[in-house]
């Protein structure tokens, strides 16, 4: 990511800071969370978690999982949600709702990695009886908080549970990741109406716009998606762009929405379906939706994937990774100020 693009979010984060407050105080215990350098090897290790599940499947859909995990990874263990996995149930937890349900590999990994559940229910994906079933259902899994996989739907919800805490006086937040794709159902933008309309700011929408749905990419199926962030603007949201692999973007975007009042916020994370890794990109325009890898494929993507191991000499004073550099222009000073010089977010 280029260091333009960080300062391209600075400044809108300027801009959104301008219409907040200094943001309530809520309930910040049970925030699960990690240093930076171990964030990067947790989305690592669950990246590969989702090519070797699904592999092992023979199905599923690896490349939408692996286009979000960044976000989930800093959701979960970057202090973002606050849940406690030993009580699922939690009536102040925040809510976490993958409307792009056919991701369930990329939930299912995290949930467990979390301590939902253990991890080794995931070899069993897609089996018969298996509740680590190949869309998230509610009640098969701890820490499932919505049934998807018919799209358009988990906004929805997720803006009843946003609703649902006013009406009870609880300081919950709700998170929900929908699909580019999944933006051409209608009921995507009657929750967003709604959700202008009722000054709903205990929700937050992620896009994962990765620019490609099931029968090809955005510019064919559906070009006039464009311009997003202008439609979500219209339509009452704050709007925050970032990329969505850049865990210091995605961290700061995180903190950033938690700030608003008044307005619902989107997070447009740009990403790539099949984060970059190459046999998702070969001889496929599609990044092959819900294709799983064979296992020479697999191989190769893993091997990709160490490749990208670069936190483990990663050292802010000494010797900064790219990562650590990049974080040298204003995006970092307010990164660094929000989460410490290690990295380790102040809930931690
Ligand atoms: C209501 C509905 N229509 C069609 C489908 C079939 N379908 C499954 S995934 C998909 C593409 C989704 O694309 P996108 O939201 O961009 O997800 P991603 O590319 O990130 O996987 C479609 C059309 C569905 N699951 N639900």
């Known amino acids: 990511m280029a260091e333009s693009n960080n300062r391209e979010l600075t400044e809108q984060i300027a801009n959104v800071l301008e219409h907040v407050s200094n943001g309530s105080a809520r309930n910040t215990t049970a925030l699960p969370s990690r240093t930076f350098p171990q964030l ?20 599923g859909h690896p490349s939408s999982s692996l286009s979000m995990i960044d976000i989930l990874t800093a959701l979960y263990f970057g202090g973002m949600l606050r849940y406690n996995a030993q009580e699922p149930h939690w009536p102040d937890r925040d809510r976490f709702i993958l409307s792009k349900g056919h991701g369930a590999p990329g939930l299912y990994a995290v949930l467990a990695e ?12 897609r089996q018969t009886d298996s509740p680590v079933e190949g869309h998230p259902i509610m009640g098969r899994l701890p820490g499932i908080e919505a049934s998807t996989g018919s799209l358009g ?7 009843g549970h946003a609703l649902a805490a006013r009406v009870d006086g609880r300081d919950y937040r709700v998170y929900v990741v929908i699909g580019d794709g999944e933006s051409d159902e209608g009921q ?4 967003a109406l709604a959700a202008a309309k009722y000054q709903v700011d205990n929700l937050t929408a992620i896009l994962d716009y990765n620019q490609f749905q099931q029968t090809g990419s955005i510019t064919k199926v559906m070009p006039s998606l464009e311009p997003v962030i202008d439609k979500w603007q219209a339509f009452g949201w704050q709007v925050l762009e970032i990329d969505g692999h850049d865990m210091a973007q995605v961290l700061t975007a995180l903190r950033t929405v938690k700030t608003v009042t008044q307005q619902p916020q989107m997070i447009v994370a740009h990403t790539l379906k099949g984060r970059g890794l190459s046999p998702f990109e070969k001889n496929d325009v599609n ?16 091997a990709e994937l160490d490749e990208q191991r670069t936190w483990d000499r990663y050292d802010p004073v000494a010797e900064p990774t790219p990562q650590a550099e990049r974080a040298s222009n204003r995006l970092a000073e307010q990164f660094i100020t929000w989460h410490g010089e290690s990295g380790k977010t102040k809930e931690g």
Do not use: C
């Open 153 to 159: 739907q988990g906004l929805s919800i997720g803006l």
């Open 287 to 302: 990044r092959k939706h819900g294709e799983v890898l064979n296992a020479q494929d697999a191989a190769t993507a893993l």
């Open 40 to 59: 990067q090897e947790t989305a690592w290790r669950l990246s590969r978690t989702i090519i070797e599940m699904t592999t092992k499947a023979g199905s």
């Open 114 to 125: 979390a301590g939902y559940f253990d991890p080794a229910l995931l070899n069993t994906l």
């Open 188 to 191: 995507i933008w009657e929750a």
